[in-house]
């Protein structure tokens, strides 16, 4: 191997490496603030990906009509919740006003984005009005899906979580099947510029990854240490007895968890589908891989994730080029090591 192939080998290695650290940290965020191992993050990557192509095709988006799906599921969930109240408490005044904000929370927003994606068949849209539909449209199934299948299961142990989380996966792999079909897409690169570097080309879309995935993890370590709702997850993920005790809402806590998780998810897979052809269960080897960096993380240090992704990015690019039948089988068994250290140097504690 020569400079010049390590060189290449290295920059698909970081820019891999960081869409694998926003799935690590969007996997370390939600299982600290809700101990949620959430697997189906990569169904949110692969989502991102096929709307932003459906997009630039012409076709209707899909995963809009999932979303109105999810948003009467939660209607409806409200409506039960909200009877139960009135039946317990007879106040009869206060009924009509729920009805109308729970309209307004659930399906107001879904019915929107499902006119807009409706309308815009066929249109040739700008760029980055592709990609705010596309945002529009998959984050806010983040919300959603915790309304309809996690926040009843809130005081749940982790085994169980575990298990929904498996389900929800294969329900999200076979919805995605029926909207984007077996094909695979990609979309159109953000840059298509190439810069020469000591005689190695970098891509403009490598550059962009990067520079987004920072963007990113700075706006994170902004919002965690100098907002009011990122300290409030702070203090959830601490301790979520102590935080309710503090007048902390644990359930706002855990949506807000949600829609960061997907937005990242999303925006992983807007900018890995110019470089790679994405099928509708293609999120789930990347989300994966995010995992394993968060466990190099113990699922709980952001920094120790976002290094544990680089170093699963890089490995798996090196991994391609000596062993390229492999590869998935080194990456993964990177966290058996991790594990073992783990197991021996972390002092062992029943579940509360």
């Not at 792999?173 to 984007?180: A, C, E, K, P, R």
């Not at 699922?299 to 000596?322: D, M, N, Q, R, T």
Request: with cysteine.
């Amino acid at each position: 191997m020569d400079f010049s192939i390590a060189a290449i080998l290295a920059q698909d290695g970081i820019s891999t490496g960081a869409i694998y650290a926003l799935l690590a940290l969007a996997t370390v965020l939600l299982f600290s603030v809700t101990r949620v191992i959430f697997i189906p993050q990569g169904e949110f990557v692969a989502y991102g990906a096929l709307t932003m192509a459906a997009l630039q095709s012409g076709k209707f988006a899909s995963a809009a009509t999932l979303l109105v799906a999810l948003g009467v599921v939660a209607f409806i969930m409200e409506l039960i919740e909200a009877g139960k109240r009135y039946f317990a408490t007879r106040r009869v005044g206060a009924l009509p006003w729920t009805l109308i904000l729970c309209a307004g929370k659930y399906l107001l927003l879904p019915i929107i984005m499902y006119a807009i994606a409706k309308s815009v068949i066929g249109a040739d849209l700008p760029m980055f009005i592709q990609l705010g539909l596309t945002l529009a449209i998959v984050v806010p199934m983040g919300p959603l899906l915790y309304r309809v299948v996690y926040q009843p299961l809130a005081h749940a142990s982790v085994l169980v979580l575990l298990i929904v989380s498996v389900a929800v996966h294969f329900a999200l792999v076979g919805i995605g099947l029926v909207m984007f079909g077996a094909e695979g897409s990609r979309t159109a690169p953000f840059s298509d510029a190439q810069f020469q570097l000591g005689g190695v080309t970098i891509t403009g879309q490598s550059i962009t990854i990067v520079l987004v995935s920072l963007l990113l993890m700075g706006a994170l370590y902004v919002f965690f240490g100098h907002t009011l709702p990122g300290k409030s997850l702070r203090a959830t993920a601490i301790n979520r007895v102590g935080a309710q005790l503090m007048g902390i809402g644990t359930v706002q806590a855990g949506r807000l968890a949600f829609t960061l998780a997907a937005g990242m998810g999303a925006i992983s897979g807007i900018m890995i589908a110019p470089v790679t052809t994405i099928y509708y269960d293609s999120g789930f080897l990347i989300g994966l891989k995010g995992f394993v960096a968060a466990v190099i993380g113990a699922l709980a240090s952001y920094p120790a994730a976002a290094v544990g992704a680089i170093a699963v990015g890089l490995l798996e690019s090196f991994s391609s080029f000596w062993a390229s039948a492999f590869k998935e089988v080194i990456v993964f068994t990177l966290v058996i090591p991790v594990l073992l250290w783990l197991s021996f140097t972390s002092s062992h504690t029943d579940e509360e």
